[in-house]
């Protein structure tokens, strides 16, 4: 009966935050379909388990023991994930560096969405406090975005007051692996080594552990993150998806 109910209220919650998502945010990140799937399943598994329940039906053994250990590692393989991730998320970036990249991330037609702007602002301070540091900023135009993501990042730096000057244009990179890809060849054109010039990556709290395991894994060697925050409405997208890609990396070897 405990299962019944757990199942039921989860996929309410699941199918709740899907509605308040799509409604506050919009519905241009797929990965929100996932939780109104997650929901519908929940509640279809409670529904199931009550028609079970009264029909006196039990699963056998081995069925039974084999779905709760797949269960079980699967947790544990997401929340060491989520462990990995919120440490991450924390950690203070080393001062002074030479390049400051912020990673793209969503643009809604020409308009910084909410997370992009909070890494734009957390780089644009770090700038500020790290004199003779040059930012690059990094992204391409991607689904439902009028513009690159690079090019909406340096008008608000601009708008903000970073000389022209100071702002290395990335904007072909469509994913996290090429934006550190293309950045590290903007820094060659430069004359700088990108394996051993000091890089502060800068992105949402939630992605510094995967986006420095990406970067090492390309070879840079003298780099740190700095994370920004998440709003509050996006925590839970954002950090179940990060998990599950971090999980995914994991297995493929590209962290």
């Known amino acids: 009966m405990l299962f019944q109910i757990i199942t039921f209220l989860l996929g309410l919650l699941s199918t709740a935050y899907f509605a308040f998502y799509v409604f506050v945010v919009g519905n241009k990140n797929l990965f929100i379909y996932c939780f109104l799937g997650a929901g519908v399943l929940l509640i279809l598994i409670s529904f199931i388990k009550g028609v079970m ?6 699963l056998p053994a081995l069925p039974k023991l084999v779905l709760i250990t797949v269960f ?4 544990f ?12 998320g924390s950690k203070k970036p080393q001062k002074n560096a030479k390049y400051v990249l912020i990673l793209g991330a969503s643009v809604n037609g020409t308009k910084i969405t909410h997370n992009l702007k909070t890494r734009l602002n957390a780089g644009y301070n770090y700038y500020k406090k790290n004199p003779g540091a040059h930012i ?14 690079a090019s909406a ?4 730096l601009l708008e903000k007051g970073v000389p022209d000057k100071d ?3 990335e904007d072909k990179a469509t994913s996290t692996y090429e934006n550190f890809k293309y950045s590290m060849q903007k820094m060659n054109t430069r004359g700088d080594d990108p394996k051993t010039t000091s890089v502060v ?3 949402n709290d939630f992605h510094t552990y995967r986006a420095m395991g990406i970067a090492k894994k390309q ?13 509050w409405h996006t925590i839970p997208l954002n950090y179940i998806r990060e998990g599950i890609v971090v999980i995914y990396y994991k297995i493929k070897g590209r962290i």
Do not use: P, Q, W
């Open 53 to 58: 329940r009264k029909r006196e039906y039990e």
């Open 72 to 75: 079980i590692l699967c947790l």
């Open 77 to 88: 393989a997401f929340l060491s994930a989520e462990f990995f991730i919120i440490n991450n």
């Open 136 to 149: 690059i900023v990094s992204g391409g135009k991607g689904y439902g975005e009028d513009v690159t993501e």
């Open 153 to 156: 990042m340096k008008k608000y």
């Open 167 to 169: 702002i290395i244009l």
């Open 201 to 203: 990556i800068v992105t």
């Open 219 to 231: 070879g840079l060697k003298n780099v740190s993150t700095l994370g920004s925050y998440t709003h």
